[in-house]
């Protein structure tokens, strides 16, 4: 590493001159660790952020129907109930009871409010085409009261008693009075109505035939339970330590801060500065004949000052010697010198002269 300091030695005595540093060049090892350095405060400034996505609420939703098929008292069966799953004999049959199961969780809070219904339907349809409905009444069973969602979870478990021969006798008084021949089925539903951040209508059903000797009782819940997301979906940047961050924020502006500086000073080293841009071209041109002296210039006692540069360099050529480069004064003032055998011959370079020139031009 150059001293900052120049010696300047004739007839014995030093003089020394104050050096500043300026670049004459961007060096790779100068501006290498500068990025380095800025890297680093970039990797640490990622480590200490995040991203979330945010504007979306995910929420699932089960269902479940459980029943029990109680029975009259008969000679057959030593249970009360027959649970799910199985073929009833419609003439044993005395209540149905239905236990609905309903849960709604979410990610987070869904501002919401919620009720729902159970409701008997009970419907005559054609024998040959159960899309055509003959005949159909509806009854709601039970009514919930509206309620706030809390703790971003709805949970609702509610059962119902049917009688079946009430519904079962009905139907067949309407088919015996038109004489006709039909399909008969109860409808059982629960059908829960969520409203806010999460809007959905959701059913659970089982539906009992009425109309056979036997029955089967089958159970709808399978598109009611599922995972589903609402909103609109956005990236949310936070910071997970703010010390990192700083010390982030930090390295990058220093770094970023001494390149621009560095690489401004050069690009700007001979801008209007006449003095720069006539030494830049004469260390170019004369490279092979100049030598940069090492803090250190030596003249002899005799010492003859040439005009311009030109006779300096035939000077050297004249004394068969180098010439040796020491800028004295940074940014001002340049010693170009050739030590003969007896003389020394100095050409003097400084801004002022130049600037000087320059304005008479």
């Not at 949310?236 to 330590?241: A, L, P, Q, S, W």
């Not at 930090?250 to 690489?263: N, R, S």
């Not at 001979?270 to 830049?280: F, Q, S």
Request: hydrophobic residues 40%.
């Amino acid at each position: 590493m150059k001293s900052d300091t120049i010696d300047y030695i004739k007839n014995d005595k030093i003089y020394r001159t104050k050096k500043t540093w300026q670049p004459k060049r961007v060096r790779v090892w100068l501006i290498l660790p500068l990025l380095l350095l800025t890297v680093l405060g970039g990797y640490v400034g990622f480590s200490a952020i995040g991203m979330e996505q945010t504007g979306l609420t995910e929420y699932k939703v089960k269902g479940e129907i459980d029943y029990k098929v109680y029975l009259k008292d008969n000679d057959y069966y030593a249970e009360k109930y027959l649970g799910p799953g199985m073929q009833y004999i419609v003439g044993l049959i005395s209540v149905v009871r239905a236990d609905f199961h309903y849960m709604l969780e979410a990610d987070e809070d869904m501002n919401a409010h919620y009720e729902y219904e159970i409701i008997a339907t009970v419907k005559a349809t054609d024998k040959a085409d159960k899309s055509k409905v003959l005949y159909e009444k509806t009854d709601i069973l039970k009514t919930s009261k509206i309620a706030d969602v809390k703790n971003d979870i709805i949970n609702i478990a509610d059962n119902v008693d049917i009688d079946y021969a009430k519904y079962s006798d009905y139907l067949k008084n309407f088919r015996s009075e038109f004489g006709i021949a039909a399909n008969c089925f109860l409808d059982l539903k629960m059908v829960v109505k969520v409203d806010g951040a999460v809007k959905t209508e959701d059913t659970l059903a089982m539906n009992i035939p009425l109309s056979d000797a036997t029955l089967d009782i089958v159970i709808d819940t399978q598109a009611l339970n599922r995972t589903e997301q609402v909103g609109e979906e956005r990236q949310n940047v936070y910071v997970k330590n703010l010390g990192l961050l700083v010390a982030s924020v930090v390295m990058v502006m220093t770094g970023v801060g001494i390149i621009i500086i560095i690489i401004g000073r050069y690009a700007t080293r001979y801008n209007h500065n006449p003095y720069e841009k006539e030494l830049n071209k004469i260390l170019k041109e004369y490279d092979t004949y100049i030598v940069e002296a090492n803090n250190t210039i030596y003249e002899l006692e005799n010492v003859v000052r040439v005009p311009n540069f030109k006779e300096l360099l035939d000077a050297s050529n004249a004394e068969n010697m180098p010439i040796v480069f020491l800028e004295v004064v940074p940014g001002e003032k340049a010693y170009f010198v050739v030590n003969g055998a007896n003389t020394t011959y100095r050409y003097t370079l400084s801004r002022a002269y130049q600037e000087r020139m320059a304005v008479d031009e």
